[in-house]
């Protein structure tokens, strides 16, 4: 179902969402050919050209914690950035930020308009109109407008694995292959090589991969060395470490001593900043960076739902973790946490994930859980959750509850917790942006808040 090229556009950016989702059958195709067909006819013929170097973020877990820690040091470094990441938590504008802050939505209608008109084409046999996914027409309208942002560079963050993803079509200068685990297997296969393989696609020949996964498959050095790519791998070609106060870096050329942690909460962080300063090396030639410009990045980088810890009392945790390996490392800043009497959760996630070892690692921290629907039908409900949690329930002392959307989950959550309690809001980016959608939650003691 597509608007014939006579009908007016949309004038809003709601409206043109609702198009995009109109124009294809499936959510997910996976191909470039269509994508590129499309990026290549904008302007006249001339194709969307970012006209700044390109930095892509492939990975499972890691990927907005390692697009937003560069845009945090170029941004400090007195370069204009741009960032496409994706999924949204509240508003779409979050997917494009440009020099930090979310895009202006009429700054995104003029580029969705553009699209548009390359997409429809002129009629002709050698123009037919293309099909476009939501995912492909919405990527190449915010590549597009940050194009007009005339950026110093542009991070773009990877959809759904990497070979045949839409932000493949645009070469990176650098591309980082952050943590592989198990996720998406219907798309990108059943295990971590398959999938490391589908990441490894976003490598060009001659320019840097930093692969900040300190075991990676094997596929993914193999295809670096298949096709000639500077390889910048963990704990070969830059290596970090650090005491309870303080970590230091150093790469081919350059070291980093006494950094103050990054900003972002938890352990699993200092595994993307390692890869994030790797980055910073290898770009060096084309943006260079200063130290200072380093450690002010990862002392302000802030990124919501990624181990979020809201001030207040009871203590509140926002994270997205929605596969084992993300709940793994949840569990392991949940523990590092300290005591708490009791820990609620409100728990929300989609049916094709890989829920029995998340619950499996999660459940023995948790004391209370709130299962919620969410709003979309991929979405596993809350009555299927609980049945599931529940065949692998072994605790007596656990209570569970069923709500009907993110906020009344917490709601309720609020409601049976004690000050001295602690809520962890965690699963799909819809759970975490539900309960965000009128601002940061800010619970009991607001003498406490920041």
């Known amino acids: 179902m597509s608007m014939p090229v006579t009908a007016p556009l949309p004038t809003t950016l709601p409206d043109w969402l609702v198009h995009c989702e109109r124009l294809h059958p499936n959510t997910i195709e996976m191909g470039l050919e269509r994508v590129r067909t499309v990026a290549q006819r904008v302007d006249s ?38 960032v496409y990441t994706s999924p949204h938590l509240v508003h779409f504008e979050e997917r494009c930020r440009i020099q930090g802050q979310s895009a202006e939505a009429q700054q995104l209608v003029a580029a969705f308009a553009e699209i548009e008109r390359a997409r429809v084409g002129d009629g002709t046999p050698a123009q037919p109109e293309v099909a476009l996914t939501y995912f492909e027409f919405t990527t190449l309208a915010i590549v ?39 996720d998406h297997v219907e798309y990108l296969g059943p295990d971590r090589e398959t999938i490391g393989h589908e990441k490894a696609g976003i490598m060009r020949t001659g320019r840097p991969v930093v692969v900040s996964d300190p ?45 103050a942690y ?7 962080q200092l595994v993307n900043a390692a890869g994030v300063l790797a980055v910073v090396e290898a770009l060096h030639p084309t943006l260079p960076v200063t130290a200072q410009a380093v450690r002010n990045g990862l002392a302000l980088v802030e990124l919501p739902g990624r181990f979020q810890i809201v001030p207040g009392q009871p203590a509140l945790v926002l994270d997205v973790a929605h ?66 949690w529940h065949s692998l329930n072994t605790r007596t002392d656990v209570q569970a509850s069923q709500h009907p959307n993110p906020d009344a989950a917490l709601q309720a959550a609020v409601a049976q917790a004690d000050p001295a309690d602690r809520i962890v809001v965690f699963g799909s980016f819809f759970t975490v942006g539900g309960v965000l959608q009128n601002g940061v939650p800010r619970l009991a003691a607001p003498h406490l808040q920041a």
């Open 45 to 82: 013929g001339r194709g969307i050209r970012p006209g700044c170097p390109v930095i892509v973020v492939a990975g499972t877990n890691g990927k907005g914690s390692t697009c937003t820690m560069l845009e945090a040091i170029y941004g400090q470094a007195g370069y204009r950035t741009g």
């Open 323 to 388: 596969n084992p390996h993300s709940a793994a490392a949840l569990a392991e800043n949940l523990d590092a946490m300290g005591f708490y009497p009791t820990t609620h959760a409100v728990f929300g996630a989609m049916a094709d994930k890989d829920l029995r070892p998340m619950f499996e690692r999660l459940n023995p921290l948790i004391d209370r859980w709130y299962f919620t629907d969410l709003p979309t039908e991929r979405a596993a409900s809350a009555a299927d959750l609980q049945t599931l």
């Open 144 to 182: 597009l407008a940050m194009q007009h942002a005339r950026l110093d560079v542009m991070i773009l963050e990877v959809g759904l694995g990497g070979r045949l993803d839409a932000v493949n079509v645009f070469d990176a200068d650098c591309a980082v292959i952050t943590s592989i685990d198990i």
């Open 262 to 268: 990054p900003a972002l909460r938890g352990a699993n």
């Open 215 to 259: 075991v990676p498959p094997q596929s993914v050095l193999d295809h670096a060395f298949e096709i000639g790519a500077d390889l910048w791998r963990a704990g070969r070609d830059f290596h970090c470490g650090g005491d309870k106060q303080q970590w230091n870096w150093a790469g081919r050329s350059r070291r980093y001593p006494g950094l």
